[in-house]
């Protein structure tokens, strides 16, 4: 069974930066694309960013020159660094491990990002 544990989020002002982490349990997972996604309040979970195992990176339009996700395979860490926040980018964001060969879909408990003045 994998875990993935999400940390980073909080309150912050327009502007501001915060940098979210994703820890998964277990090893092996070095070649498996994750992603973050996010759920604004009451709207619908909508993909954020992913990252493939070689590192190539897929962006959302509105987070684009803003956020970027990067991985530590050697920590089976995936991270979320989040720039010039805005107030449209409040939302729970989600870490996110798929292995669809296999049938399962991974997901953390959640974070908490408020950009508020």
């Known amino acids: 069974q994998v875990q993935l544990v999400e940390s980073g989020g909080g309150l912050v002002q327009p502007g501001g930066s915060l940098r979210l982490s994703c820890a998964a349990s277990?090893?092996?997972?070095?070649?498996?694309?994750m992603g973050w996604y996010r759920q604004p309040p009451g709207k619908q979970r909508e993909l954020v960013a992913t990252i493939s195992g070689n590192g190539r990176t897929i962006y959302v339009d509105s987070v684009k020159g803003r956020f970027a996700i990067s991985r530590d395979n050697a920590k089976n860490t995936i991270y979320l660094q989040m720039n010039s926040l805005n107030p449209e980018d409040t939302a729970v964001y989600y870490c996110?491990?798929?292995?669809?060969?296999?049938?399962?879909?991974?997901w953390g408990q959640g974070t908490q990002v408020t950009v508020s003045s």
């Open positions: 996110n491990l798929p292995l669809p060969l296999r049938g399962l879909d991974y």
């Open positions: 277990g090893s092996g997972f070095s070649s498996y694309a």
